[in-house]
């Protein structure tokens, strides 16, 4: 029978090649995507090339308490328990903080970090009831160093990393571990938009002076969701050229 994993922000650059590094490993993996866009996430289903027996389109708005629990609650009794959690969803809303409004910061919050409790909370009884799991949650270099114009993006990635440390304290005892992976700048479609100058320069502040691919920062959850991590828990592994270090 094959494990069952979920994933939120699975469409991203980072989230489609955790996607499939997922389903790689012989995962059987709940996609979720934002409400009303099943359009958009079919096509990203199709592109992939993935089968209904891979990858189930899961619709879920992360945002909301309520929905996630329920709808978290129905998909286990038909799915059953998970092995692999694994929270990606993210925005940015980019501002100095004196001219930050409410929207932009709460915005951030429910998405970035609110949303890591609605979906891990309804899964994380059964897996520690069932003497084994993961939970792998997606922060950022920015969650550990903070970065000017992004103290709400900061707040919650370093609030991801806060959590998983209390979260690995309590399902350790469950055989169910958490960890974080945090990656620096990575080279996604978006970034890799970017002018050839603004990349340059941020090369340039990178020791090892290129971007992560997202296949790296894929292989990186892969590796903390097989057995052979199994010993590793609370951990914050950074994938970021060396531009922090911690």
């Known amino acids: 029978m094959k494990k069952l994993a979920i994933i939120t922000g699975s469409k991203g650059g980072i989230g489609s090649a955790i996607s499939s590094a997922i389903v790689d490993k012989g995962y059987r993996l709940i996609a979720t995507y934002n409400t009303g866009n099943y359009t958009c996430a079919k096509e990203w289903f199709d592109s992939k090339g993935f089968t209904e027996d891979q990858v189930r ?39 100095q903080f004196k001219k930050m409004k409410a929207e932009a910061w709460f915005d951030v919050i429910n998405t970035n970090l609110n949303s890591v409790y609605n979906v891990t909370q309804p899964l994380f009884a059964a897996m520690c009831e069932k003497g084994n799991g993961r939970v792998i949650n997606i922060s950022s270099v920015n969650g550990q160093k903070g970065q000017f114009g992004q103290a709400n993006y900061a707040a919650a990635k370093a609030g991801m990393i806060g959590f998983t440390k209390a979260l690995a304290s309590e399902g350790a005892r469950s055989g169910v571990t958490a960890n974080v992976v945090a990656p620096g700048y990575t080279g996604t479609p978006m970034v890799e938009a ?11 502040t990178i020791p090892l002076k290129r971007l992560a691919k ?25 994938i970021n050229g060396g531009l922090y270090m911690a």
């Open 214 to 238: 997202p296949e790296e920062v894929a292989a990186t959850v892969a590796f903390l969701a097989s057995d052979e991590a199994a010993y590793i828990t609370g951990e914050t592994v950074a």
């Open 57 to 95: 389109l899961f619709e879920l708005d992360v945002t909301n308490t309520e929905e996630c629990n329920e709808k978290l609650n129905q998909l286990q009794q038909e799915e059953g328990t998970f092995d692999l959690v694994v929270n990606n969803a993210g925005i940015t809303r980019d501002g």
């Open 194 to 204: 970017m002018r050839e100058d603004v990349l340059d320069s941020i090369k340039s």
